[in-house]
Every structure is written in structure tokens, then in C-alpha cells.
């Protein structure tokens, strides 16, 4: 497996979302629950072993680094309900009012990203974010990837950093080429450093394209960065 250092999330490592979906990509199942263990390297080769006969379980290394694990998951909760394509683009004028973006080059929600999806995840209520998203490719990845920043976004990391720890994503449909969507992201509860959000994505036509589980870890920036 090999993480191009466009699909960045915090600096020098790539984005959560994106490479658990892409390891998800080697379980046999339709809902995955991905933990990362170390922030992905990009632009290096990683290996892939399968733990178990069934499909069910792998692991994701560098070197012999574990990187992240993946397996077999569940979603019990009902996805996150989505609000209309223009309550989220009126969302998205808040996000862009904040100007201390922990990790602003993020390939998911970056303002410095040039070739990102550009997510801007604002609020909606409490707790409660959307974002517009037109998807310019279509790939389970990428929805992986668009389901994972703004549940962090519910927990306004602006002002505590978090990453991604834990994920667990279905992903029932592509959105086409061009398609004007929305992602929602909620936070559930907090435990500790520990923040557990939900997210899902919708397409134009309301269907549900995505739903995910989380568990955010707050971090230190400078130390995560070093």
C-alpha cells in the first residue's frame, strides 16, 4: 500500500479517514473499523497482512512498525440526519470565519490543501456540523475520507487539536463526478482526550452514501508534529 503525499491530514503524515479506507479496501466486509496505531507515512511503501483465513482482519505496516489494524466492524446508532445542500453551504461561511486551522494543509478540510475536497465543516447546531462537498472522483476512499474530518470539526479542534484515533465506516454508494453532496458530523460524547463523533454523507438525491463511528484523541500539535 502506498500513501501519495497528496492525501495529507496532519504534516508529514497522511489522512486518517483516507488511508483507513484504502486498508478497509482489504477486508472482506462492508462495515470496517479501523484503528491507527502511528500517524501514516506518505510516499513510502507500507505492507498489508491478512490476519486471519476469513478476510476479516488485517494489519497495516511499516516496515515492522504497526501502523494500523482493520477489522470486521458494526454500526448499531441511526446515520446522523442531513440538513439541505444550502443550510450547509451557509455552514460553510462560518468555518471559513476561523483562522487558526490546526492542520491546514489536510488533504479532507485544509484551506492550504490546492487539491483537496476541500470540506468546510460549520456549525449547525449544537454539536452539529455540515459541509458541502462536489465530489470530483468517486472512490470508497474518498468517502472514507469525507466522513472523517468533520466529526472532528463537531468538537471545534481549532481550539483543542484532536486526530483521528478509531473509525468505523460503511459506505453504501459513490457519488457521481460532479455531485453536489453534504457531510454531516456530530459529537456524541467525551471522554477524557477521548471524543466520540459520528458522521455521515448524502448525495444530492438525499441517499445516504456513507455513515462512520469515531473516537478522536486530543493532542499536543508540536508534539504530534515532531
Known amino acids: 500500500m502506498f500513501i501519495e503525499t497528496r492525501f495529507c491530514g496532519p504534516d508529514g503524515s497522511g489522512n486518517g479517514g483516507y488511508v483507513a479506507g484504502l486498508l478497509a479496501g482489504h477486508v472482506a466486509a462492508d462495515t470496517v473499523t479501523v484503528t491507527l496505531r502511528l500517524p501514516p507515512p506518505l510516499a513510502t511503501p507500507l505492507s498489508v497482512t491478512r490476519e486471519d483465513e476469513r478476510g ?9 512498525l504497526l501502523v494500523a489494524e482493520a477489522l470486521a466492524g458494526a454500526i448499531v446508532v441511526p446515520p446522523v440526519p442531513p440538513v439541505p445542500y444550502e443550510a450547509a453551504l451557509e455552514a460553510a461561511e462560518k468555518f471559513r470565519t476561523i483562522e487558526n486551522h490546526p492542520f491546514s494543509r489536510c488533504f479532507v478540510c485544509g484551506p492550504e490543501h490546492g487539491d483537496g475536497l476541500r470540506l468546510e465543516p460549520g456549525a449547525v447546531g449544537e454539536g452539529l456540523v455540515a459541509s458541502p462537498w462536489t465530489a470530483a472522483e468517486a472512490a470508497p476512499e474518498l468517502v472514507w475520507a469525507a466522513l472523517d474530518c468533520p466529526g472532528g470539526w463537531a468538537f471545534d479542534p481549532a481550539g483543542r487539536p484532536a486526530v483521528l484515533g478509531t473509525m468505523t465506516a460503511q459506505v453504501a454508494d459513490l457519488p457521481a463526478p460532479g455531485e453536489r453532496c453534504v457531510v454531516m458530523g456530530l459529537a456524541r460524547s467525551r471522554e477524557g482526550r477521548k471524543l466520540h463523533a459520528a458522521t455521515a454523507a448524502y448525495g444530492a438525491d438525499g441517499r ?3 455513515r462512520a463511528e469515531q473516537i478522536w484523541i486530543e493532542i499536543d500539535p508540536d508534539r504530534f508534529r515532531s
Open 56 to 64: 476479516h482482519s488485517v494489519r497495516l505496516w511499516h516496515g515492522e
Open 208 to 210: 445516504l452514501l456513507g
